[in-house]
């Protein structure tokens, strides 16, 4: 059975930083590519960044240069680095798998206030 468990989400406030956790379990994660989507509130799914197989990565134009994502091949985790936290980056974080078959995790809860 695949699991896929996202950890680290919270309360910050603007500027700060958090680092969520991805483990994954049941499946060779190297095989895949990573990726970490938000929803906000009323809002659609987004992509946030991604690393592929071959440790390509690619950032959306809101967080380039504030989040940076990592991945664990011996460990089948992913992290994703997330600094200078603005109030639009509240959302619902979830850990992806992609291949043949998209794996997801259940997201953990980000919120970015004073």
């Known amino acids: 059975q695949v699991e896929v468990v996202e950890s680290g989400g919270g309360l910050v406030q603007p500027g700060g930083s958090l680092r969520l956790s991805c483990a994954v379990s049941?499946?060779?994660?190297?095989?895949?590519?990573m990726a970490w989507y938000r929803q906000a509130p009323g809002k659609r799914r987004e992509l946030v960044a991604t690393m592929t197989s071959g440790f390509y990565t690619d950032y959306a134009d809101s967080v380039k240069g504030r989040f940076t994502i990592s991945r664990d091949n011996a460990a089948r985790t992913s992290s994703l680095q997330m600094d200078d936290l603005r109030p639009e980056d509240t959302a619902v974080y979830y850990c992806?798998?992609?291949?043949?078959?998209?794996?997801w995790g259940q997201g953990t809860q980000v919120t970015v206030s004073s």
């Open positions: 992806s798998l992609k291949g043949p078959v998209v794996y």
């Open positions: 049941g499946i060779p994660a190297s095989r895949y590519d």
